[in-house]
């Protein structure tokens, strides 16, 4: 499984940006795909998460509200838009992948995962 993050940049604080992450050779009804993001000096975290089939995305609460999770199932694609986007937004972010479909209350932990894209940095700054 190959995972190809983008879509990350410079904006200024409450601007919008859309994360991409296109995943290769996934089971469409049997997986799970999050977002991660990791700032400097901190560890990584978690934001987003949802598997393929049916279920409503979870969040960080410091996102809720701001960030969207979305999927498109024909390209293997997993969306992050993030609005209102604040300087502590700042982070490499990561998507992740397994193949196992996880329970809920695992979307949150990163061992849970097996495979991580590349990162795409996201700087929020005025």
């Known amino acids: 499984v190959q995972l190809q993050a983008f879509g990350g940049g410079l904006v200024q604080p409450g601007g919008s940006l859309r994360l991409s992450c296109a995943a290769s050779?996934?089971?469409?009804?049997?997986?799970?795909m999050g977002w991660f993001r990791q700032a400097p000096g901190k560890a990584r975290e978690f934001v987003a998460a949802?598997?393929?089939?049916?279920?409503?995305?979870l969040y960080a609460d410091s996102v809720k509200g701001r960030f969207t999770f979305s999927k498109d199932s024909t390209k293997n694609t997993v969306y992050l838009q993030m609005n209102s986007l604040k300087p502590e937004d700042t982070a490499v972010y990561y998507c992740a992948a397994t193949g196992r479909g996880l329970i809920r209350s695992s979307f949150s932990n990163l061992n849970a995962y097996d495979y991580w894209g590349q990162g795409t940095q996201v700087t929020v700054s005025s």
């Open positions: 949802s598997r393929w089939s049916g279920t409503i995305p």
């Open positions: 050779r996934l089971t469409y009804n049997a997986n799970t």
